[in-house]
């Protein structure tokens, strides 16, 4: 196995990446890709699951579904802040084994869990709360590739990673309501349930919602092992890695980041019940995946006009973007029980779903920018040694910022089902809860001006 170390790596020596570099980095990200898409089918899984359970005869209220959706993304989120240290300690080829192999146990007692109606509330909770492994991989995986590439190819190789690893959400928003009504695999996968929809009884496998996943994880897992690497040069220390709680970049681009993924997958995770209680005449499942499925292609877009325009004119004018468009989604959603546009609304939430990809990739085509420029700063009339280090440190720091602001961005995951869910509850409607994204957004269009795209910003990128 030693030959999976790689003792030597430069990717920013031309020559070295031409000859060598560019083709092991290569393969590295397109294992990574589908083993991140896997993580995020899991992570998002029960946005699904919750809109199927009250019709096979789980007795929750619409609040405990929304909890169910929203706990994923609390624990994916607080996981990754852990995953965003674990590849300098671990390697990138051992945590990617490791953290992909782990998406078996959600899926696995997904799948036994929903069997049983009678399943405690309790269970589905720790089963959600499982569900995090998937989240938690996204930060190990970005930090993981980031390692791997040139600074002037940063941007498109993680919009690649994310953008790609983000499709998850989407494919399983759509293959999900397919596999659930068929019998296939009911020799493996046991015998369905009653599902009775506006009168209507036929019979659903929902236990497939996490069974269908575990064929790909293992294969994922064994292709993680065999075809990735470890970079010696990459290994670090927590303690090491801690230095950038000491960087105010990292929380200024932890709080613009939690706009642009927050959003992302926050709405991904609220979208399926946000539109049963809003439009209930509509079937959510024919349509949530299209958001999410925007949002995934539109991130590697984001990567590349970042590396052409520079990233914080993207994301500057990405967030205008998101604030009119969540006013469009006001405008259509139905008022006082009546009215309403459901085709308006799903247009509006489709183009914030392409802004959210824009700005994921913009944003994370900021960070090594940032710190490169920050160290090289540090660095400057110091000589070439100081300066070979300060590439060195800037990757390691660069790394570290990629998976924790992913960690502070993916609480979007939790809070935004459940602002939704306690805006309903409370007013009767998600309004209150869209103005507060409205706000927000605001707030990340002048930290982007100002410390990044305005003329002499303190760090322009």
Not at 59 to 65: I, M, R, S, V
Request: proline share 5%; hydrophobic share 50%; charged share 10%.
């Amino acid at each position: 196995m030693s030959s999976r170390l790689l003792t030597e790596w430069s990717p920013e020596d031309k020559n070295f990446w031409e000859k060598k570099g560019k083709r092991i980095a290569s393969r590295n990200l397109w294992i990574s890709i589908p083993a991140l898409l896997l993580a995020f089918s899991v992570w998002m899984v029960w946005s699904v699951v919750v809109v199927n359970l009250p019709n096979i005869g789980f007795k929750y209220d619409p609040n405990k579904l929304f909890w169910l959706a929203a706990l994923p993304g609390l624990s994916g989120a607080t996981l990754r802040i852990f995953y965003s240290f674990m590849v300098p300690i671990f390697g990138g080829r051992k945590w990617t084994t490791i953290s992909t192999a782990s998406l078996l146990i959600p899926a696995i007692g997904i799948g036994f869990a929903v069997r049983d109606s009678n399943t405690s509330y309790t269970t589905m909770l720790i089963l959600a709360l499982l569900c995090g492994f998937g989240g938690g991989n996204f930060a190990s995986s970005m930090a993981n590739i980031s390692f791997f590439y040139p600074k002037a190819q940063k941007g498109t190789a993680l919009g690649l990673n994310a953008g790609l690893g983000n499709l998850g959400v989407s494919a399983m928003q759509f293959l999900v309501p397919l596999v659930i009504t068929t019998g296939m695999f009911s020799a493996l996968c046991g015998d369905p349930q009653v599902c009775v929809v506006k009168g209507v009884t036929k019979s659903i496998w929902l236990q497939n919602a996490g069974f269908v996943w575990v064929p790909f994880i293992v294969a994922a897992t064994i292709a993680a092992w065999f075809g990735m690497n470890d970079i010696a040069s990459a290994k670090a220390s927590f303690k090491e890695q801690s230095i950038i709680f000491r960087r105010r970049h990292n929380w200024i681009m932890c709080w613009l980041y939690l706009g642009t993924f927050g959003s992302f997958i926050g709405y991904s995770a609220g979208l399926p019940l946000l539109i049963k209680s809003q439009f209930p005449e509509v079937n959510p499942t024919q349509y949530a995946f299209l958001g999410p499925l925007v949002g995934a292609l539109s991130r590697p877009l984001g990567g590349w006009l970042a590396d052409k325009l520079g990233g914080a004119a993207v994301t500057f004018w990405n967030f205008i973007v998101m604030a009119v468009a969540v006013f469009g989604v006001l405008f259509f959603l139905p008022h006082g029980g009546a009215g309403g546009n459901f085709w308006g609304f799903l247009a509006l939430f489709i183009l914030l779903f392409f802004a959210t990809g824009i700005g994921n990739g913009s944003t994370f085509r900021m960070i090594p920018v940032i710190f490169l420029t920050e160290r090289q700063r540090d660095a400057l009339g110091k000589g070439a040694e100081a300066q070979d280090q300060a590439i060195k440190d800037a990757g390691k720091e660069s790394a570290a910022v990629l998976g924790f602001t992913s960690a502070f961005a993916a609480y979007g995951a939790f809070f935004i089902p459940k602002s939704f869910g306690t805006s309903i509850a409370s007013t009767g409607g998600p309004d209150a809860a869209l103005y507060g994204f409205i706000i927000f957004y605001l707030s990340c269009i002048i930290m982007t001006w100002w410390y990044y795209s305005r003329n002499n910003a303190e760090m322009p990128c």
